[in-house]
């Protein structure tokens, strides 16, 4: 990985609060795809799109939320979902994502803030690369959970370091324990940067929502 691609990470997650991370996805926006697949390898999105269609019918309303450009989308459009909305801070982000042609809706909010659907609006809600430091921190499960359908699943991306450290791990073990859901499939620790970043591990968590 060259050093103008390393330093623009560390400047997006150097971001002090979700305005300014908004403005330099913004300015990355244009560029993302490219560094993302030739510098780095992303997988995460198809990784993580296999996993929700293992268990979500291609019918199903689903949310991508912090969807970046759209990569998710363009892997869950493999799998045949055509019902997909697209929520991400970012307007240069969406605005990329609304190229792809796959989503039905594109919404700019931020996780981890109260969002503006409605209770029960989705089938499922998938979440890549999104649950991470400086990005969306534990308590955005709380407004996912609320926004997905009961018996509706949510599939998410999680750097296994972060799980451990940052508060992941005790989240949602404790709305396991409230009984809000239930873990159905955990991926192996694979590697979502295996050109860039091959040090970093992530894993794919899908938990099923309780009948509320």
């Not at 990569?71 to 190229?99: C, I, K, P, Q, Y």
């Amino acid at each position: 990985m060259n050093k103008r691609n390393q330093d623009r990470v560390q400047w997006i997650y150097s971001s002090e609060n979700n305005a300014e991370l908004s403005e330099r996805y913004d300015e990355w926006a244009k560029d993302y795809d490219a560094d993302l697949s030739e510098v780095f390898g992303w997988i995460a999105p198809k990784t993580a799109s296999s996993y929700l269609a293992k268990y979500v019918h291609p019918h199903s309303v689903v949310l991508d939320a912090g969807a970046g450009t759209g990569l998710v989308g363009l892997a869950l459009a493999e799998h045949g979902f055509e019902n997909l909305t697209a929520m991400d801070l970012s307007e240069g982000m969406l605005r990329e994502a609304r190229n792809k042609n796959v989503y039905k809706e594109l919404d700019q909010m931020v996780l981890g803030e109260p969002l503006s659907y409605a209770t029960d609006s989705f089938d499922a809600v998938i979440s890549v690369g999104v649950m991470t430091l400086g990005h969306a921190g534990p308590d955005s499960f709380d407004e996912l959970l609320r926004i997905t359908k009961p018996l509706g699943y949510i599939v998410f991306t999680i750097r296994t370091d972060v799980y451990l450290k940052n508060g992941f791990k005790e989240k949602q073990e404790a709305m396991e324990c409230e009984k809000l859901w239930e873990v159905v499939d955990v991926s192996d620790d694979f590697q979502p940067l295996p050109i860039g970043e091959p040090e970093v591990l992530h894993q794919v968590w899908v938990y099923r929502v309780i009948n509320k």
